[in-house]
């Protein structure tokens, strides 16, 4: 079965950049996507077909995807950005997976 | 609005049934794929099934295949998740969500309902 990895933690100063990474075979041939969750709160999508951002999601969110590993970044990161990141991609062996979650935290 | 909100979780026994209801609004429900994500306590997220618009497809997780069925009725704008032969480890959070092929992003979330399997 297909398998993403994340790390389990990521730490960043206010204003600077956080980078998230997300491993998988041959990742760069899928698309990836990204969620932040909060805690208590439903996951939300940051990040689809590796580098599109929905609606509302600002600016400073951005993705990457190639080889093995899609990339998170999150330039002149905030507070408010503190949450757990889940990356997620589709397989044809597999159907949906998720990454394991990365707590980021911003200190 | 646009949203999506679930019900029918509670606290079952092992091997009991339950089943998951998702009513949307705010956007064309059979336009679009439908999914169940759940998450354990403390847990990341784990995606459990999958439906396509007009419900023709159906896809599951390998940890629910055989004791759940996922189904729609386009008519009342519901999602629903049929879930038998309960165990601990489906004890849960479950998600619905939005979901859009090919690649199977989740870009509107219900806000979760319970599931508690425990004796």
């Known amino acids: 079965s297909y398998e993403l990895t994340q790390p389990p933690s990521v ?12 491993s998988g075979d041959k990742l760069g041939d899928k ?3 990204w969620y932040h969750q909060k805690p208590g709160r ?17 600016e400073r969110f951005s993705g990457s995807n190639s080889g093995n590993t899609a990339t998170l ?33 911003v200190l | 609005e646009v949203q ?9 026994q092992p091997g009991e049934s339950l089943r998951l209801s ?18 354990a ?5 784990e995606w459990v099934s999958s439906i396509s618009g007009s419900g023709n497809s159906t896809y599951y997780a390998d940890s629910v295949k055989g004791r759940c069925t996922i189904s729609r009725d386009n008519s009342k704008n519901t999602l629903y998740l049929q879930m038998n032969s309960l165990r601990a480890e489906d004890t849960a959070v479950y998600y619905c969500a ?8 989740f870009d509107l979330w219900g806000r979760g309902t319970l599931v508690t399997v425990s004796s």
């Open chain 1, 11 to 22: 730490s960043v100063s206010p204003g600077q950049t956080a980078s998230i990474t997300c």
């Open chain 1, 31 to 33: 698309y990836s996507s």
């Open chain 1, 42 to 58: 439903s996951p939300v999508l940051v990040i689809y077909q590796d580098t599109k951002r929905p609606s509302g999601i600002p």
């Open chain 1, 73 to 105: 970044t999150i330039s002149g990161t905030q507070a408010m950005d503190e949450a757990d990141y889940y990356c997620q991609a589709w397989d044809s062996s597999t159907a949906v997976v998720f990454g394991g979650g990365t707590k980021l935290t």
């Open chain 2, 4 to 12: 999506l909100l679930e019900s029918g979780g509670g606290l079952v």
């Open chain 2, 22 to 39: 998702c009513a949307a609004s705010g956007f064309t429900f059979s336009n679009y794929a439908m999914s169940w994500v759940r998450q």
């Open chain 2, 41 to 45: 306590p403390g847990k990341g997220l």
């Open chain 2, 98 to 105: 939005k979901t859009t092929p090919p690649d199977w992003y």
